[in-house]
């Protein structure tokens, strides 16, 4: 039949859609467990933000309950105080409540006292069972979410307390329990966010016979087979689904199928070429079968070649394999060559041709049919690759002979090796695959200057311990920041800065010990952890040994350096804290040391967290005061040393604070610095400085210029020139004061070019606080400032020392050798202004003239002339 050809194309197709099907579910699964791992992140650090909330509220009730063990007849007025400052240190701690023998005796805040005082713990309504199991357990029980009585959702945190009895032995004194509100702790971990790509679903442990109880997010989320994190301290479950569920990213499979289409379809079309091929021989050689019914005995010689129409047909003595003419078949030849005479011929290639002797004689012998395979070169010299195949035949009375037909099957053979070679470079591509995968996992948790563990195998390490519930051993966490590491950069370039970085690797896993790990998680910042503690009092403890290796000199080329570091350290300090936490503690006892200096070690302090709280507090207040513009100017008043005539007037921000009142910079400049937004500060400033002073004309008050200060973060902005071009002032009015303390020598260029703009708009330069900080005479020269205001702390004491009267009149004649006028701060009585006069100040700025005022108020100071003794009139 016809069809038999393409029965081996066939059955390859279907191994072939077998095997693309198949590569193609492996794609999809993969990349849908990609999909998976990176929610599983995501999730990872939801979990790790909302454990820290519950961590921190349980601190802080925890020591409300370590009061009240050394006092337990703490009086109500003490335990309000304390209760207070615990509500005002966390955003969801709603109600304190004290409970001697469960029996609530002292309620906080007041509101919620007529609705407890006196009541038995025992009593309320889902509440009973965990005050009972907080009586009897070593540490806090939680609870919840459960309904609580003020209304809303809520956890339960509850500690037992134990006091000295009368024998000398602790007992159980009753049990302290806090509050929660559920909603706002859901909210601090994040997990009310609109950017996550994905729904979640909050869950508690459910009975051993129900379902979990989904308390927030939503249910059908378990229904999606979800990952899920789990916060054991709460007995929940915290799962997570993509919305629309999981499925593979078509953009990724489309090119990973067009691939296997192609590669299927280099796989199928040959042999269906060559099924079509065979098809075609069959169909031959019916034709001919068709035809032999019609012929004779001669007729049989014929059908043998035509078996083997299309391709070469021979024929040779059976007996001598001597090659047998026949005008039939044209000239002799066969598998034993294309020459005649009894030759075997020279075309086939030598090992092949001894092959061809033997099975030829073999197949006359046993009378089977020959077949063989064979090489030849062509006359172009190209290896061709041939299949033969005949069979002996004999008429009566006359010798026997081999006729055959040789076939070329050299894309056939081609085609085998190129579906071999690309088996083997599947093989190899595979290989090299599983070896990059392996060295990408490497990377991903490895620094690559450094070789060191990175951040995300911190994070796996810290994961590994937490989940460890019978690890509660000793352990450290110890982050060492590096000093001045960009100059460092700066001075030996990109490379020898990665050489320091390395070189500080090697010292620091060289003073650790084997099981400890180093790990770098910045561009100067190392951690260590460490299953010892660390305790401050130890000369020899792990964070003075890593300090102490640092400080010693290294040389790098032909130069020694050294290697400046600040540390923070912090140790477990019970068995059931995460390393998770011992982790931001370091972070703020680091922070501490920051402020401290070079090479100092901090170590972690209930007192480091209760500043950190606060400093996070004043951070929030700080973003949300800009936001509802809280920050206004006041001013001072500047006046000429000789006719105490107002030249002008200063700026000076401060904090209308909605509940702490007006604040000086004092309090909030440190940590506007820290959130990097002193360019907004002084852009809000300005805009409102610059509004006062055309009210103040408006009103037909003539001030002469307006000056304000300008922070180097702000001088550093390359869209500062084109801001300022934007505001509506007149040239020669404004000023801006550059502090002393920006190092003007070491001035990046944009600094530099930004100076140079805003003198060009028109704007004064003035440098404040001179005498205080770093500027040079050759930085004077370049910048060319209108007037030098000298620091009040030199001008204070002008009036009882001569030496310092000496030092303001060298400052004097250093301006006026440069052009540059002189301002005086700080003239706080009329004997300084007199002097200061005298030797030679332009202009007198202080609390004996005016002290700052806001904008409203300074029309009606200037038209009383109030600097003035005796005043009482308008100018």
Known sequence: MVVRPYLPVAILSIGVALGVILLDRQQAGILMERQRLATMEDLSRLRLRLQGEVDSDIQLVRGLVSALEEDPEMTVSAFTTRARRLLAHSGSVRTVVVAPGLKVSMVYPQAAADSLMGRDLRSLLGQGESAVAALTARDVVIAGPVVLGQGGRGLLLRYPVSVQGANGRPHR?????????????????????????????????????????????????????????????????????????????????????????????????????????????????????????????????????????????????????????????????????????????????????????????????????????????????????????????????????????????????????????????????????????????YNANHDATTGLPNRNHLETLFETLDADAADAGPLSVIIIDLHRFKDINDTLGYHGGNEILRRTGTVLSEAARPQDVVARVGGDEFVVVTRQHTFPEDPDNPARRMLDALTRPFLHGAHEYRVGATVGAAARSHRREKSTSVFLNADIALHAARQRGRNHIEYFTDTLRAEAVDTKRMADDVLRGLERREFIPVYQLQFDARTLEVTGAEALVRWQHPRQGLLTPFRFLEVAEMLNVMGDLDAMVLEQALADFRGWAAQGLRVPRISVNVSAQRLGDDMLAERISRLDFEPGTLAFELVETISFDDASQQIADNIQRIRALGIDIEIDDFGTGYASILSLLNLSPRFLKIDKDLVLPVVGSARSRKLVSSVVEIGRALGIGVIAEGVESARHAEILRDLGCQILQGYALARPMPAEDLPAFIRARAWQPGATGEA
């Open 173 to 441: 004194w009753g049990i302290v329990s806090a509050s929660i509100d559920l909603d706002a702790l859901i909210a601090r971990g994040g997990l009310t966010l609109s950017q996550h790509d994905f729904d979640f679903a909050l869950s508690a442990d459910a009975p051993s016979d129900g379902m979990p109880e989904v308390f927030f997010g939503s249910p059908g989320v378990l229904d999606e087979q979800p990952v899920q994190q789990r916060l054991e301290r709460m007995g929940w479950t915290l799962s997570a689904a993509p919305r629309g569920g999981w499925a593979a990213p078509d953009g990724a499979l489309r090119d990973f199928r067009a691939l296997l289409s192609i590669v299927a379809l280099l796989i199928i079309a040959p042999m269906a070429w060559a099924g079509w091929l065979l098809g075609q021989r069959k169909r031959s050689i019916a034709e001919l079968l068709r035809r032999e019914a019609d012929l004779v005995a001669a007729s049989r010689r014929l059908q043998l070649a035509i078996e083997s129409s299309g391709m070469q047909i021979w024929q040779r003595d059976a007996v001598t394999g001597e090659s047998i003419s026949d005008p039939a078949f044209g000239p002799p030849g066969g598998p034993a060559g294309a020459e005649g005479g009894g030759t075997w011929g020279p075309e086939i290639l030598p090992e092949d041709r001894a092959v061809l002797r033997a099975r030829f004689h073999e197949a006359v012998r046993t009378g089977q049919p020959f077949s063989a395979e064979y090489r030849m070169r062509g006359p172009d010299g190209a290896l061709r690759h041939l299949r033969s195949y005949g069979r002996t035949y004999a008429d009566p009375g006359a010798r026997p002979v081999m006729i055959g037909a040789d076939w070329e099957v050299t894309s056939f053979v081609r085609l085998n090796e190129s579906l071999r070679e690309a088996s083997r470079q599947a093989q190899t591509r595979a290989q090299l695959l599983e070896v990059a995968r392996d060295r990408l996992e």
